[in-house]
């Protein structure tokens, strides 16, 4: 984390894996697009968010509400079914993906959105849900499982409140 404080500016700088509530390997996938993440691995750096701010909301809205759900990587298209292997691999990325889905679909109505643009975003964050359900789970996952939420299992990074 680097700071600009005449700017009021911050960098985080993150190699192979984007670590904060959780840590999601991205050393695989920084070739898939040529100047940024995919849409489905910028949409995890948001879901993973277990404090989700005003913004974050915004900002899942926007991705989910210009860009369609499919199950495979596409060119401005968030790939469902590598959200859904992120959450199969990991309990608690599943726990803090499936409470911030729904925390997102609650807060809905707080932005100004059209009824089509609310059902769009609704339609395809079900479809990320389904797709995250669906998804076999491993062993590890199935042994986090059982302890639940007796255990923390996310961190809170040292500044959530940009």
């Excluded at 960098?11 to 959780?22: E, G, P, R, S, T």
């Excluded at 390997?25 to 404090?51: G, N, S, V």
């Excluded at 900002?59 to 469902?80: R, T, W, Y």
């Excluded at 889905?101 to 959105?113: I, V």
């Amino acid at each position: 984390m680097f700071f600009d404080l005449p700017n009021e500016r911050r960098v985080d700088i993150f190699l192979d894996y984007f670590d904060m509530c959780h840590k999601i390997d991205l050393k695989d996938r920084l070739t898939l697009e040529p100047l940024t993440l995919t849409m489905a691995d910028l949409l995890a750096t948001k879901l993973q968010i277990f404090k989700t701010n005003e913004k974050d909301f915004k900002d899942i809205i926007a991705m989910f509400l210009d860009h369609e759900v499919v199950d495979s990587e596409k060119p401005d298209a968030i790939n469902g079914k590598r959200l859904a292997e992120l959450c199969a691999n990991d309990w608690g990325i599943y726990k803090t993906f499936t409470i911030v889905l729904d925390k997102t679909t609650a807060m809905l109505d707080k932005f100004d959105l059209t009824t089509k643009d609310k059902e769009i975003v609704k339609h395809r964050m079900a479809v990320v849900s389904q797709l995250i359900n669906s998804e076999p789970k491993t062993m590890n996952w199935k042994m986090r499982a059982k302890l639940g939420e007796k255990k923390a299992w996310y961190k809170l990074p040292e500044d959530m409140s940009e």
